[in-house]
């Protein structure tokens, strides 16, 4: 089966059925994500983003629908598509170096599968160079993978993707456990990829940076029929989308100037959305290096 491509569409999506065994995450899902800008996937917890970034990297594979990745299907689009997932399947013990794990990105997804074939040309030696000088990690190239701590495993991790030097990048949570300099940086390559033309799709939970940086953001809830709302996000992050995407985890929406400093205390996280709408959400299991607490100021 062929789908016609969207015009600028990168990733196209037609009445995808996906999810697990016994657990159907999306039904008939249709989606277009644009190329060569930043896309973020907003939603609650178990809302579905990563299995959405699953189904377009190709490591899910859906049951009904068909997906066009870059023009191609996600097998085809391996070649030029760089993921990363927001569980790793690294085994952090493994005795490899910084420089081995991001060369990896060179090749498979499947990490343990080409060890024998690391840095073989002059194209990946370069590739992985500057992924290490990217991600700020080439001081590590040479330690023990075992050595890091969550702060440059996550950079790795990300340096890892870019090594492929994909035209479409995949990041699941690639925030998390990076603190906010590290966020700010990873922020500023991935503008410049953005900038020559790269596709960057992420999930993310800090609203603040998608209304202030990203071209179009898809809000996902697949307990509520999949896609809420797609678009620029300062004319789709609306109280009613707001609260359709993230459900019970959205406690309270307040509008109006907000002074001062936003609260926060064990319960509740405190996200700015400008001078208009503040949001508070319940915290779940998200704690990890976020800033829901600490929103950047205006
Ligand atoms: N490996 C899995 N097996 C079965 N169910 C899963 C698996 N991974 C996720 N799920 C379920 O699929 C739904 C969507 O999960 P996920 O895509 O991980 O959400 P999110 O990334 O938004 O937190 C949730 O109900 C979750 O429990
Ligand atoms: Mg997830």
Avoid at 227 to 237: C, E, K, R, T
Avoid at 240 to 259: F, K, M, N, P, W
């Amino acid at each position: 089966m062929t789908i016609a491509p969207v015009a600028g569409a990168e990733v196209a999506l037609r009445n995808v059925s996906v999810g697990y065994p016994g657990h159907r995450v999306f039904e008939e899902l249709t989606l277009n994500i644009p190329g060569g800008v930043f896309t973020g996937i907003i939603g609650g917890n178990g809302s579905g983003k990563s299995t959405l970034l699953k189904t377009i990297a190709g490591l899910l594979k859906p049951s009904e629908g068909e997906i066009l990745v870059g023009g191609a299907s996600p097998e085809e689009a391996r070649a030029y598509l760089g993921y990363m997932p927001q569980a790793s399947n690294v085994d952090w013990r493994f005795p490899i170096t910084v420089r081995e794990l991001v060369a990896m990105g060179r090749y498979q997804f499947s990490w343990k599968q080409r060890l024998g074939r690391l840095i073989r040309t002059r194209d990946d030696q370069i590739a992985v160079d500057r992924a290490l000088a990217m991600m700020d990690v080439q001081d590590l190239h040479d330690r023990q993978i075992h050595e890091l701590s969550g702060g440059q495993r996550k950079r790795a991790l990300i340096a890892r993707a870019l090594a492929r030097q994909p035209r479409i990048l995949l990041l699941d949570e690639p925030s998390a456990a990076l603190d906010a300099v590290s966020d700010d940086q990873l922020f500023d390559v991935l503008c410049d990829l953005t900038d020559l033309g790269t596709s960057v799709i992420m999930t993310t939970h800090d609203l603040s940076t998608v209304l202030e940086h990203y071209a179009e953001v898809i809000c996902v809830n697949a307990s509520e029929g999949g896609i809420i709302a797609q678009g620029d996000p300062s004319l789709v992050l609306t109280e009613d989308v707001l609260r359709r995407t993230y459900g019970r985890e959205l406690a309270i929406v307040s509008r109006g100037d907000v002074h001062g400093e936003p609260s926060a205390d064990d319960d509740h996280h405190t996200l700015r959305l400008g001078d208009e709408l503040q949001l508070h959400m319940e915290d779940h299991e998200h704690q990890e290096g976020h800033r829901h607490g600490s929103p950047r100021s205006p």
